[in-house]
């Protein structure tokens, strides 16, 4: 069975630096997503990408983040500076089309910032 | 935006017990999902349900869309079912981008 995959599975950074999250969503898929979840609490969206676009975004998703297709494939999320508060897990999704579509998640990526 | 709410947050259970959870939200909804949150912090598919019911293995789950809840049954409950079960929802939008809005997640405890 088809499956999202996420690289790598546990990352941890320093304050301040760049990290890019890694994520091969399905490959017949068009829509994808980013969620984020700190520890203890609750899964929260991030963003949506369709077409080479953010089709929305939330409020945590400022400008120190960036979604970007590099390729076929992969669909990466980028923290420009980490925090200490971007400290938690980061699932990637994917969706075959958008309006009730089912999504698909991988395993999650946990990030820790020090 | 909708509200997702879970219930009971806290659940523990007896091996071979069964056991219902709620999720109640607060407008209408083109998708609904059940995951497992496992210990190792994967969300796994359980159920994709935006109405009617449907069962795997022993789990099954039901959507009553029109008075906007769904169940998740658990049955003859095994120490494999402990975790955080979340329910999420997708509220129909022509312009926006499908986003799932989750609830708080039922945490379950099954004991030997």
């Known amino acids: 069975e088809p499956e999202v995959t996420q690289t790598p599975s546990h990352q941890v950074t320093q304050m301040g630096q760049e990290v890019i999250l890694r994520c091969v969503p399905i490959?017949?898929?068009?829509?994808f997503y980013w969620y984020r979840q700190i520890l203890g609490q609750k899964v929260e969206f991030l963003v949506s990408f369709y077409n080479n676009e953010i089709s929305e975004k939330s409020e945590i998703f400022d400008d120190q983040f960036s979604v970007e297709r590099p390729d076929g494939s992969n669909f990466t999320l980028k923290i420009r500076s980490t925090k200490l508060e971007d400290s938690a897990m980061y699932f990637c999704?994917?969706?075959?089309?958008?309006?009730?579509?089912?999504?698909?998640f991988g395993p999650g990526t946990r990030l820790t910032v020090t | 935006g909708i509200q997702v709410e879970q219930s009971p947050p806290d659940l523990i259970l007896q091996e071979g017990a069964n056991s219902t959870l709620r999720c109640n939200f607060s407008?209408?909804?083109?998708?609904l999902q059940w995951f497992h949150q496992n210990p190792w912090g994967q969300l796994i598919n359980l159920f994709y349900i935006p109405s009617g019911t449907k069962q795997n293995g022993r789990l099954s789950a039901t959507t009553v869309a029109t008075e906007r809840y769904s169940l998740l049954y658990i049955s003859s409950s095994q120490t494999t079912d402990s975790g955080v079960y979340f329910c999420?929802?997708?509220?129909?939008?022509?312009?926006?981008?499908?986003?799932?809005?989750f609830g708080g997640g039922t945490r379950v405890l099954v004991k030997p």
């Open positions: 490959s017949n898929h068009l829509y």
């Open positions: 999704a994917s969706s075959g089309s958008r309006g009730g579509y089912e999504q698909y």
């Open positions: 407008d209408s909804v083109n998708n």
């Open positions: 999420a929802v997708e509220r129909p939008h022509k312009a926006a981008g499908n986003k799932l809005t």
